[in-house]
């Protein structure tokens, strides 16, 4: 009959405590980059997921006129002491004005067919860039559009001398969340929603499913979403989605 000497034993607990270092190791490793890769801690990535401005000289700043009419150049000033740029077109005799919240790619120079078309409408029309777009100053982010969003609102409150109840919020994309946000803080005369989505989180995870790794507490407090605006009091709203819309789905408008 074999008999184990101390030396074996010592040999096979030492081999343990490597498998178990080893385990222990990839076991960090893999908590390390999974901590890593959140929003939590790595906002600065999903910014670069979500947003794609285009800054100027880029875009079609050559183009400006929309419907015959010329925009002024106005510049929208910010509490952090950056300024939003924007093109305002102003309609004689208009009776409604719509405000533009685009989104998340290009500048306002591809928003003059979106001008056009309100201003045909009888609309005064601000189209703006949020901060890091086009001409704008400051850098992108949630917190950011929201404060923007704001901003381009009662700029044209106070500079244009528009009322509130003569305002449409119309959002488009990612600015759909700007547009919801701002009719919630603000008295408007109606919403419009191009391809809205509930939460730009719960978007994102059905974009990108390793997202539902993460628990809600690891991304940030604040977000863009509609789900607050249209479940509470709210101004007229026309939401337009086409079921064939691969960025986000019609599910999100439901």
């Known amino acids: 009959m074999q008999t184990r000497t101390p030396t074996s034993k010592r040999k096979k607990l030492a081999r343990s405590k490597k498998r178990a270092r080893l385990v222990i190791t990839l076991l960090l490793v893999l908590l390390g980059g999974y901590l890593a890769l959140s929003p939590m801690c790595s906002m600065w990535l999903y910014n670069k997921v979500l947003f794609f401005p285009w800054k100027y ?17 106005v510049w929208i000033a910010l509490d952090t002491g950056s300024k939003l740029h924007g093109w305002w077109y102003q309609k004689p005799n208009a009776k409604r004005t719509v405000i533009i919240h685009h989104g998340q790619g290009g500048n306002l120079t591809f928003l003059r067919g979106w001008a056009a078309m309100f201003i045909d409408c009888d609309a005064n029309v601000l189209i703006y860039d949020y901060e890091g777009y086009g001409r704008s100053e400051g850098e992108p982010g ?76 690891m991304f940030p407090k604040t977000e863009l979403e509609c789900r607050t605006c249209l479940k509470g009091v709210h101004p007229p709203v026309l939401l337009i989605h086409g079921t064939e819309d691969w960025v986000i789905p019609i599910s999100n408008s439901d």
């Open 142 to 217: 949630i917190d950011a559009l929201r404060r923007d969003g704001l901003a381009a609102f009662d700029y044209v409150c106070k500079n244009e001398k528009i009322s509130n109840d003569h305002i449409v919020n119309c959002g488009e994309s990612l600015g759909t969340g700007v547009a919801a946000y701002v009719t919630e803080k603000r008295k408007t005369a109606g919403l419009i929603l191009f391809s809205p989505y509930a939460s730009v989180i719960e978007c994102g995870q059905q974009r990108y499913p390793i997202l539902y790794a993460y628990p809600r507490f």
């Open 57 to 73: 000289p880029g875009g079609y700043y050559q183009d400006r006129v929309a419907s015959s009419i010329e925009p002024r150049d």
